[in-house]
């Protein structure tokens, strides 16, 4: 059976977004969030905007 993105229940900090995207590529929930703290950073707040939107978009 292949595997949902949805929200992690256990690997969360704010949302469980990064926690979620971490379970569902099979990578460190931190790793997932170190790069996404890294493109919000060079992407001047866009990627707030893309949390935020998934956030409430993605099942929990």
């Known amino acids: ?3 949902k993105l949805r929200k992690s229940r ?3 900090k704010v949302a ?3 926690g979620g995207i971490g379970e569902y590529l099979k990578l ?3 790793v997932v969030r170190v790069i996404f703290l890294l493109l ?3 992407s001047a707040g ?3 905007l ?3 939107i998934l956030a409430l ?3 929990d």
């Open 10 to 12: 256990i690997n969360k």
């Open 16 to 18: 469980g977004v990064c």
């Open 57 to 59: 978009i993605m099942p």
């Open 28 to 30: 460190d929930p931190t």
């Open 50 to 52: 893309v949390y935020f």
């Open 46 to 48: 866009t990627m707030v």
């Open 40 to 42: 919000m950073l060079f």
């Open 1 to 3: 059976m292949p595997a």
